[in-house]
Antibody, heavy 117, light 107 residues
Framework: EVEMLESGGGLVQPGGSLRLSCAAS????????MTWVRQAPGKGLEWVST????????YYADSVRGRFTISRDDSKNSLYLLMSSLRAEDTAVYYC??????????WGVGTLVTVSS | DIQMTQSPSSLSASVGDTVTITCRAS??????LAWFQQRPGKAPKCLIY???SLDSAVPPKFSGIRSGTDFTLTITGLQPEDFATYYC?????????FGGGTKVEIK
């Protein structure tokens, strides 16, 4: 069974940093591109970043480029999102997700990040 | 960026009704279109991927169809657990983009 569990969320001050983790299981993690998506309170869904299988390529939303860094450790079946220079508008639930061109799309349960002083 | 225009933004329906939600892409996305259901306080769940493919765990009351750059989600025989917010998303080009959502409420 495919499972993804995010962790690392919490309260952080504006300008601060936070690292999110996503532990994946139930599928050959290393061959899949992995994605972060977020949802601000009461708002819609926003794609944040994707890293290719193997980690050679990364993609970012304009709203986070230069501040967020996506990475993966295939030996640990884990996905990460390092968030720096955080702003109030980064407050959201962050989900990790597995997308594939020809397969079901799996999402985790999310972790809440609150940026506030 | 590819824009996804989803309509309606909300609708009211009764138990047993059939409802239709549409999404239009601003350019061709082939079949790289997914539909998600989000119940209050819960994570989104994929209902349909590849425009019309259902996972085995998703009941066949949900169906998706593509016509060019127009995509439709149909839910037949609405049940109380189906009252939720539904989103479409294209995943052919970065940035992946979502529709604005459709809230399905009980009439």
């Amino acid at each position: 069974e495919v499972e993804m569990l995010e962790s690392g969320g919490g309260l952080v001050q504006p300008g601060g940093s936070l690292r999110l983790s996503c532990a994946a299981s139930g599928f050959p993690f290393r061959i899949y591109a992995m994605t972060w998506v977020r949802q601000a309170p009461g708002k819609g869904l926003e794609w944040v970043s994707t890293i290719s299988g193997g980690g050679d390529s990364t993609y970012y939303a304009d709203s986070v480029r230069g501040r967020f860094t996506i990475s993966r450790d295939d030996s640990k079946n884990s996905l990460y999102l390092l968030m720096s220079s955080l702003r109030a508008e980064d407050t959201a639930v962050y989900y990790c997700a597995r997308y594939s061109p020809s397969d079901y799309i799996y999402w985790g349960v999310g972790t809440l990040v609150t940026v506030s002083s | 960026d590819i824009q996804m225009t989803q309509s309606p933004s909300s609708l009211s329906a009764s138990v047993g009704d059939t409802v239709t939600i549409t999404c239009r892409a601003s350019q061709g996305i082939d079949n790289y279109l997914a539909w998600f259901q989000q119940r209050p306080g819960k994570a989104p769940k994929c209902l349909i991927y590849g425009a019309s493919s259902l996972d085995s765990a998703v009941p066949p009351k949900f169906s998706g169809i593509r016509s060019g750059t127009d995509f439709t989600l149909t839910i037949t025989g609405l049940q109380p657990e189906d009252f939720a917010t539904y989103y479409c998303q294209q995943y052919t080009n970065y940035p992946f983009t979502f529709g604005g959502g459709t809230k399905v409420e009980i009439k």
